[in-house]
């Protein structure tokens, strides 16, 4: 009988037992342990674990994959604690948000590093802890599977098991590949959601502005209501990359304010808008990543400016509509232009 | 028999008219129109009309009230076509998402400006035209509700009526207190929106980026699918407040990389990071605006430092909980630091 491990069961912890149960792995035996026994006590509850170990230790002892979903300075401290206990055959995988630093760990930590494969659910919700949990919250989602240099096939395969039985796409990269874009798309959006929120919360005027603030302002913030632990360890380990990508929104910002004070070239403020506008329908839409037709001069196209890309990408009524709109709009411009002298 | 004419029949538009029939003005005879004569016939069609006018000035002609439910720029071009026809007695108002422009278009085109007074109601969502339209839009939203220096109590009584009737909470503002309130919780928010998706998108890891893009990165971008000719109206009616709300939350941005850098005070990033958390969680759960016990100090307090003034404020358990996790965890950052050298 398969025997799992799963340290930490808080939302995503809990949410892999409860997938393994429910996709199929009826035959496995899934014991879990946290660092507050009354949360592995709560993930039981909910019918995803067979057994809680007090100790961590104890949990993996005999186990053939041990899933670490602990927040990533505890992931460390794991390590350190199971290492012992480890069997030559135990597959271990970490479920952490950034992934140097997980890897540098395993190799330096774990008694048998070439067992140790990295992942990165790309799935979550702002609520955590386990009752918080959803059997389906990985349908359709992406795995990033990390391997080690040295991981063995067998631990790789593991992995891509996992994250098939759970209802995700697996996806393989490598670490320092995976911190660049996961700072992108997730730790900088938190972050300036955190810097967003603050901002108004700190303004003099946040009585008015907060009995002002719709869903806008509520999406826009949404993830300053991240787990702080998990923020925490998410900035201390991945800071290069997220400070990088806040200098670039900022500098993005800036760009935009200065367009938006362009009086004279207010048609390019309005393709900027439109062209934005038309491109973030078919993200929404699913129109993603390697499936689109990627012209070669993209790397060359800076933010704001990516309009003729798009004419040779997705030609279609969408774009023709807007593109039309767009001319109405700046013959307007143009007609008050000539009536009024702005001041 | 009351006669409303509303100039517009999009999102907002028509949920005005769906929440009127449904929420008693069923005596009231309502007519519609819009630059696009399809889309007023697709208002009827979904039961929020009784009339489709051709003209702006037919449809204003022998009525009561007047919505201007436009886009902004529109707004000024429908005053000066309805401004022959309006009676004596017709109070107008309009529902665009800054208030002072509007406010001056009204004193200069309106034949009886006194009849004349501003709304915004604080609701909306990305989907637009009246396909989208919900008669429930505005329920428990906040209406603001601008009076010129000149307006009639009768025109405020039957703007205060309006927001009543279709559900939404009636709040008083001048303009240029709402055009900065504005910006800061609704429009910057929005153009920030524009900016992260745009810097996302024009990166040549775009095809990557897209693909690990999950929740976080969709709510934070979902603005930059506002309507560009809705955005731009914007941007240029209220250029003033949203160029300064884009330097600050660029500002704090900068404030916020440097303080995930400053690797000799880490508590500090972990303090901000839960009382923000901590306030978020406020925010979320309706603890908002003027109900609130605001310290004679607020004014003073700058962005990432309120830890303070929240101890006066909600003392619950949750921030019991915080300081605890806040203090464990410092306690462990400096175990950390006493057996770790970082490099």
């Known amino acids: 009988m398969t025997r799992i491990a799963i340290l930490g ?12 149960r429910e996709h199929g792995k009826a035959d496995a035996q899934i014991v879990g342990h946290d660092k507050y026994i009354d949360v592995a006590r709560k993930a039981k509850q909910r019918g995803a674990l067979h057994e809680v170990a007090d100790m961590a230790h104890e949990a993996v002892r005999g186990a053939d994959l041990v ?21 030559p055959d135990t597959v271990v995988t970490d479920t952490g948000s950034t992934k140097a630093e997980v890897m540098r760990w395993a190799a330096e ?7 140790f494969v990295g992942s990165h659910p790309m799935a ?6 386990p009752d918080a949990a959803e059997s389906a919250l ?7 599977i990390v391997p080690a240099v040295n991981s063995t096939e067998r631990a790789v395969n593991t992995i891509l098991s996992l994250a098939d039985t759970v209802g995700a796409k697996p996806m393989f990269m490598d670490a320092a590949e995976h911190d660049a874009y996961a700072a992108a798309v997730s730790h900088m959006p938190m972050m300036a959601a955190v810097a967003l929120f603050s901002l108004g919360r700190a303004s003099e005027a946040w009585p008015e502005l907060s009995v002002m603030a719709a869903g806008g302002f509520r999406d826009m913030t949404r993830l300053s209501g991240t787990d702080p632990a998990m923020a ?22 800036l760009d935009l304010r200065d367009r938006i004070n362009d009086v004279d070239n207010e048609g390019d403020l309005y393709k900027i808008l439109a062209a934005t ?3 973030h329908a078919g993200f929404r839409n699913g129109l993603i990543g390697r499936e689109e037709k990627v012209g070669a001069d993209v790397s060359a196209v800076g933010a704001f ?21 767009s001319d109405d709009r700046l013959k307007k411009l143009e007609a008050r232009d000539r009536t009024q002298r702005r001041v």
């Not at 069961?9 to 393994?20: D, K, V």
């Not at 990985?138 to 990033?144: A, E, M, N, Y």
């Not at 309009?307 to 709109?325: I, N, P, T, Y």
């Open 9 to 20: 069961t808080g939302l995503i912890g809990t949410s892999i037992a409860l997938a393994l």
């Open 67 to 87: 899933i670490l979903a602990a927040p990533l300075l505890a992931i460390q401290k794991l390590m350190e604690e199971i290492a012992p206990a480890l069997g």
């Open 109 to 115: 930590l774990l008694p048998h590093p070439e067992n």
């Open 124 to 129: 979550g919700k702002t609520d955590f802890g």
């Open 138 to 144: 990985f349908d359709g989602t992406r795995w990033i």
């Open 232 to 253: 925490f360890d998410i900035a201390v380990t991945n800071r290069e990359n997220i400070s990088h990508w806040l200098e670039r929104f900022a500098s993005t910002l």
């Open 277 to 279: 506008e038309f491109e």
């Open 305 to 325: 400016s990516f309009s003729d890309f798009l004419a040779g990408g997705w030609v279609s009524e969408k774009l023709r509509e807007v593109m039309k709109d």
